[in-house]
């Protein structure tokens, strides 16, 4: 999929089927586009947990309150941070955004649907998901990425260009 068009047509997925499966090579190929985003100083403080138990990406679901239609997710990849790797305090929040970015972005391009639960910045949501997951203190819990097949294909529409939004040379 051309990048531009990948970017404009992503939509979140609002159901899954089921019985949906996402491969060890799409698994594989999403982790290394969620690698290759842009880091501070290169550091990278990004850590992934690859969540592939139904009971466990319930729970999940449950525990950050989301739609229950993401209870039926294939895959869930959670997105941390390792905060002994980093220069600039608060940084991973950044880094850890773009590397969520690229992971959807992945996904779209794989076929795959996708739903990104924000944790980050809530300390209620970063501590509970924290203790489920059995984090290292050193490691915060920034996003869930519930990933599967849509249960009905999701709209190709291109998003618009709101020209209210761009501002040229001043505001």
Same mark, same amino acid.
């Given at each position: 999929m051309e990048t531009l068009r990948a970017i404009v047509t992503r939509r979140s997925t609002q159901r899954f089927k089921s019985e949906a499966v996402v491969s060890e090579a799409a698994r594989t190929d999403l982790l290394?586009?969620?690698?290759? =985003? *842009?880091s501070a100083d290169k550091k990278k403080p990004w850590h992934f947990l690859v969540?592939?138990? =139904?009971?466990? +990406?319930?729970d999940l679901a449950v525990l950050l309150r989301e739609r229950d239609s993401l209870q039926s997710a294939a895959m869930g990849i959670v997105v941390c941070a390792d905060n002994a790797e980093q220069r600039h305090m608060g940084q991973w929040a950044i880094d850890c955004s773009a =590397?969520?970015?690229?992971?959807?972005?992945?996904?779209?391009?794989?076929? +795959?649907?996708?739903?990104?639960a924000r944790v980050f910045?809530?300390?209620g949501r970063?501590?509970?998901?924290?203790?489920f997951l059995r984090l290292p203190?050193?490691?915060? *819990?920034?996003?869930?990425?519930f990933?599967?097949?849509p249960e009905k294909p999701l709209s190709k529409r291109a998003s618009p260009l709101e020209k209210k939004k761009v501002h040229l040379e001043s505001w």
């Amino acid at each position: 999929m051309e990048t531009l068009r990948a970017i404009v047509t992503r939509r979140s997925t609002q159901r899954f089927k089921s019985e949906a499966v996402v491969s060890e090579a799409a698994r594989t190929d999403l982790l290394r586009a969620a690698m290759s =985003a *842009p880091s501070a100083d290169k550091k990278k403080p990004w850590h992934f947990l690859v969540i592939k138990d =139904a009971k466990a +990406l319930k729970d999940l679901a449950v525990l950050l309150r989301e739609r229950d239609s993401l209870q039926s997710a294939a895959m869930g990849i959670v997105v941390c941070a390792d905060n002994a790797e980093q220069r600039h305090m608060g940084q991973w929040a950044i880094d850890c955004s773009a =590397a969520t970015q690229n992971l959807i972005l992945a996904a779209h391009d794989k076929g +795959l649907g996708s739903a990104w639960a924000r944790v980050f910045p809530s300390k209620g949501r970063m501590k509970t998901v924290g203790e489920f997951l059995r984090l290292p203190q050193h490691v915060t *819990p920034f996003s869930v990425v519930f990933l599967g097949k849509p249960e009905k294909p999701l709209s190709k529409r291109a998003s618009p260009l709101e020209k209210k939004k761009v501002h040229l040379e001043s505001w």
